[in-house]
C-alpha cells in the first residue's frame, strides 16, 4: 500500500509542471499585455506593434499597450522584458536585427537572443526597393549593373546607418554580383531617401511607402526588390532572388518571449497572431504601410533567425563592420 501511494505521489509530482503549464495557458492572458517597442513611434516595428495590440484588445480580452522602450542599441527594450515575469503579459516585438546582427556588430551587448528569448510569432515583413535618381542612365537592374561595372567606385549609395539592414543588404548585393559601389551613412532613411530624391547619392534601399511618393513624381525609378519573389507592392519590379539564388534581405518583424516562458502560453499568442494577420482588414491596413503579413509560429520564426544570422555574419564580413 505505502508503495503503490510512493508511486502515486511520483507520478503527481512529474506530471505538476505540464499541469501548471497548461492551466496557465487555460487562464492567459489573465492581465495587460505590454508589447515593448526598441524604436521610438512611427517607426516599422512600432507600426505592427500597434496594429496586433488593437486587433489583440478586441480578441483576448485584455488591453494589450505598446511602451516605446528605444536607447542603447535596443538593449533598454531587452532589460525591460528579460527582468518581467516569464508569463506572456511583457513581451519584446522588434525587428529581426536586434536579434541576428546587434550581437555581431557590438562586443558587449547586455542581452543574448538565444539564451535570454523565445521566439513566439514571425509577425510581417516589409520589402526594400532599390531607388534610383532619373540621372542615372538605366532602366533595368541589369542596366545598372552593367553601368557599375563600368564605372567602378564612381557611384554611391546611402543607408540608414552603417551596420543597418539597408546597409548590410547593399553589401551583399556588391558581393554577390561583384560591384564597387561607394557608401554614405545617414541617420535613418529620413534622411537618407531625400540624398537619393536630391541626387546626393545615386541609390538606396528604403521601404515602399517611403519611396512612393517621388516615384508617382518622377522623383526616383525602382528598379529591383530586395527579396526572394516579386513583392505585391509592386509586381513588375524584379526580385533580387530572381537575379541571385537564396537572396532575400526584408526585414522581418516578430514578437520575443523571455526565456522560461511556458510553451503553453507562447503556443496562445502564437496562434491568436496568427490568425489575426490574416483577417482581411489587417491585411489592408498593413499592406497600407508596406507591410506584408507573415503570421509563423515559434519553429518555424527559430528556423528563420538562424538563417538571417548566417546571413547577415556573410554581410557583415562583406561590408568589413568590425565589432564596436
Avoid at 143 to 149: G, Q, R
Avoid at 271 to 276: F, S
Amino acid at each position: 500500500m505505502n508503495r503503490r501511494r510512493l508511486l502515486g505521489a511520483a507520478s503527481a509530482l512529474a506530471l505538476t509542471p505540464l499541469a501548471a503549464s497548461s492551466a496557465r495557458a487555460q487562464t492567459y492572458p489573465s492581465q495587460q499585455i505590454r508589447f515593448v517597442v526598441p524604436y521610438s513611434a512611427g517607426g516599422l516595428p512600432d507600426t505592427v506593434a500597434r496594429v496586433v495590440a488593437k486587433k489583440l484588445t478586441d480578441r483576448i480580452g485584455q488591453p494589450v499597450v505598446v511602451e516605446n522602450r528605444p536607447g542603447a542599441n535596443g538593449v533598454v527594450a531587452a532589460q525591460a522584458v528579460m527582468s518581467s515575469p516569464a508569463d506572456g503579459h511583457t513581451l519584446l516585438l522588434t525587428d529581426d536585427s536586434m536579434m541576428t546582427i546587434n550581437p555581431l556588430i557590438y562586443k558587449n551587448i547586455a542581452y543574448d537572443p538565444k539564451r535570454d528569448f523565445l521566439p513566439v510569432s514571425l509577425i510581417a515583413t516589409a520589402p526594400l526597393f532599390l531607388a534610383v535618381h532619373p540621372s542615372v542612365p538605366a532602366k533595368t537592374f541589369q542596366e545598372l549593373v552593367a553601368l557599375i561595372k563600368s564605372r567602378p567606385g564612381e557611384l554611391a549609395y546611402g543607408s540608414s546607418g552603417v551596420g543597418s539592414t539597408h546597409h548590410l543588404c547593399m553589401e551583399a548585393m556588391k558581393a554577390a554580383l561583384g560591384l564597387d559601389i561607394r557608401h554614405i551613412p545617414y541617420k535613418g532613411t529620413g534622411q537618407s531617401v531625400p540624398a537619393v530624391v536630391g541626387n546626393q547619392v545615386a541609390m538606396v534601399f528604403s521601404a515602399f511607402p517611403s519611396l512612393l511618393g517621388f516615384v508617382k513624381d518622377g522623383k526616383v525609378k525602382l528598379l529591383v526588390v530586395n527579396t526572394a519573389k516579386r513583392s505585391v507592392f509592386e509586381p513588375s519590379v524584379t526580385a533580387l532572388g530572381e537575379l541571385i539564388p537564396g537572396f532575400d534581405f526584408a526585414p522581418n518583424i516578430g514578437i520575443f518571449a523571455p526565456a522560461r516562458t511556458p510553451t503553453a502560453v507562447i503556443a496562445r499568442m502564437s496562434d491568436e497572431v496568427a490568425r489575426l494577420v490574416k483577417e482581411a482588414d489587417t491585411v489592408q491596413t498593413f499592406n497600407t504601410a508596406g507591410i506584408e503579413p507573415i503570421g509563423g509560429g515559434p519553429a518555424d520564426y527559430a528556423k528563420v533567425l538562424e538563417r538571417e544570422a548566417e546571413r547577415d555574419a556573410r554581410a557583415i564580413r562583406a561590408a568589413g563592420v568590425k565589432a564596436e
